[in-house]
């Protein structure tokens, strides 16, 4: 009976052999898909590059129609640069900053922007941390609250927030466009940087603690480093949303002195071919959220993988 047993394995062990052979004989993979896989790499970055350029045409388009003349946008594409060269100016940009309405904006823009970010980062880490780390009454009904207007959509307050701001005197102001930014920037930012902060290990706190740190020691010294990536990424997203929008803008700011998103709008309700003003003016107010972004890429990436990892 074992020896018919070791014969019938021996059998099966042969057959599962020659079947493997025949396998890496015929029905393996062939050499062009081996070579389409020891290329896939290459041919990612080509496609990777490929969709780069498409989405960067659109900026590349933007800048050199604001290096040509009204007339020469009229009459042909931008591309047209490509083979004459020689149309490229910089009057457009000479006509932009002698438009005091136009500069203003940038200014308004920035004013609002600015404090709109760094009032969320800076409260938005100060509840995330107690979130995280602080006990007190109702803390995990708080934070569900918080979770809610995650989902409450901004056209819902545009009524019952400008009767608001009306009465107290915030209609059409800087501050009014920065209170309503902030607010509505707190709940993703309490949101975030909670979920980060949560994952910091407990013991490397209770060290700080027994060191003699207090919660605000504890949270410049050790809770902000660690959170480096994710609260540059909140500013990045913050300053983004802020800089580019225009609902809020058209509704709560001061139509005499609008940021650039509106006042570009009325430019073109105004002079419909105003293209030497409206192109470069599109240009720097898309350069800017740029910038930012490409100056703090590194922390943004990190914040993102890490979120992601956790």
Do not use: C
């Amino acid at each position: 009976m074992t020896s018919s047993m070791s014969t019938v394995g021996g059998g099966l062990g042969a057959a599962g052999r020659g079947g493997r052979a025949r396998g890496r004989a015929g029905g393996g993979p062939s050499v062009g898909a081996r070579l389409a896989a020891r290329a896939g790499g290459g041919a990612v970055r080509v496609f990777l590059v490929l969709v780069a350029l498409f989405w960067l045409m659109p900026s590349v388009g933007l800048l050199l129609s604001s290096l040509r003349s009204p007339a020469q946008i009229a009459e042909s594409g931008w591309w047209e640069v490509l083979t004459r060269p020689a149309q490229l100016t910089f009057d457009n940009y000479s006509q932009l900053l002698s438009n005091g309405k136009v500069m203003g904006s940038l200014v308004t823009t920035a004013a609002i922007t600015v404090p709109s970010t760094v009032l969320v980062v800076v409260i938005g880490s100060l509840a995330g941390y107690a979130f995280a780390w602080l006990d007190f009454p109702g803390r995990d009904g708080w934070f569900m609250v918080v979770v809610g207007l995650l989902v409450v959509p901004v056209q819902v307050a545009l009524i019952p927030v400008a009767k608001l701001f009306g009465a107290v005197g915030l209609f059409e102001t800087t501050a009014g466009v920065v209170l309503f930014h902030t607010a509505f920037g707190l709940p993703f930012a309490v949101f975030l940087l909670r979920n980060f902060f949560a994952e910091i290990p407990r013991e490397l706190l209770e060290a700080a603690r027994l060191d003699g740190a207090g919660e605000l020691r504890l949270f410049t010294r050790v809770v902000m480093p660690l959170g480096g990536p994710a609260i540059a990424s909140l500013g990045i997203f913050q300053f983004l949303w802020v800089w580019n929008d225009m609902l809020i803008a058209l509704i709560f700011a001061d139509s005499g002195h609008p940021p650039i998103t509106v006042a570009l709008q009325q430019e073109v309700r105004q002079f419909g071919n105003n293209i030497d003003v409206l192109a470069p003016g599109a240009f720097l107010s898309m350069v800017v959220p740029l910038i930012v972004f490409f100056a703090f890429q590194r922390q943004f990436v990190s914040g993102v993988m890490a979120g992601a990892v956790k």
